[in-house]
Antibody, heavy 124, light 114 residues
Framework: QVQLVQSGAELKKPGASVKVSCKAS????????ISWVRQAPRQGLEWMGWISASNGYTIYAQRFQGRVTMTTDAPTSTAYMELRSLRSDDTAVYYC?????????????????WGKGTTVTVSS | DIVMTQSPDSLAVPLGERATISCKSS????????????LAWYQQKPGHPPKLLFYWASTRESGVPDRFSGSGSGTDFTLTISSLQAEDVAFYYCQQYYTSRALTFGGGTKVEIK
């Protein structure tokens, strides 16, 4: 079945970076993009950006521009999200989600399959 | 960015009764060339990731019970649970994908049993 398996929880100090992985299976990885969404404790959902798994084209939410990098590795069907210069308010669960769209430079914008989430805690 | 506003923040409904959630967008989500509303609904149970329920405002995702329905157009949308079941206790989020370069979610609505 289609699934996204994310890496384990991370504890980071302020100013550090974190890189979360998302391994896809059950579908052709390069046929769909991946969105990243985060959820701070007891808060709602916040879209961080999208990457085409076909050509690596990225679209980042404005508030994360310059601080986030999304990449993919097609041979291992894995997507990555790196967030730098971490602050305490970056403490959140980070989700990857498949976009069912098939265009290479623009997300369809839906998220039909989700990973279970990776908890990132930023604390000194 | 398009702002999505949900109401109420929470609601408690007796088992078997109707639950209704509103979602309003700061601009129309109706794309005239396709005549489709770029609005999705997600359900999130505690400790779990969100689950896609509806897209195009009213198209039910496979496997979603038909007691759930989505409606609305333009800037005003509604998610209705016709007969609330215990397993429906969750947060519900609307999301616009009209501007696919800047996806935004509503603040969420918590549904509980009264």
């Amino acid at each position: 079945q289609v699934q996204l398996v994310q890496s384990g929880a991370e504890l980071k100090k302020p100013g550090a970076s974190v890189k979360v992985s998302c391994k896809a299976s059950g579908y052709t990885f390069t046929s769909h993009g991946i969105s990243w969404v985060r959820q701070a404790p007891r808060q709602g959902l916040e879209w961080m950006g999208w990457i085409s798994a076909s050509n690596g084209y990225t679209i980042y939410a404005q508030r994360f521009q310059g601080r986030v990098t999304m990449t993919t590795d097609a041979p291992t069907s894995t997507a990555y999200m790196e967030l730098r210069s971490l602050r305490s308010d970056d403490t959140a669960v980070y989700y990857c989600a498949r976009d069912p769209g098939t265009t290479m430079i623009l997300p369809e914008g839906l998220m039909d399959v989700w990973g279970k989430g990776t908890t990132v805690t930023v604390s000194s | 960015d398009i702002v999505m506003t949900q109401s109420p923040d929470s609601l408690a409904v007796p088992l078997g009764e109707r639950a209704t959630i509103s979602c309003k967008s700061s601009q129309s989500l109706l794309y005239t060339s396709t005549n489709k509303n770029y609005l999705a609904w997600y359900q999130q149970k505690p400790g779990h990731p969100p689950k896609l329920l509806f897209y195009w405002a009213s198209t039910r995702e496979s496997g979603v019970p038909d007691r759930f329905s989505g409606s609305g157009s333009g800037t005003d949308f509604t998610l209705t649970i016709s007969s609330l079941q215990a397993e429906d206790v969750a947060f519900y989020y609307c999301q616009q994908y009209y501007t696919s370069r800047a996806l935004t979610f509503g603040g969420g609505t918590k549904v509980e049993i009264k």
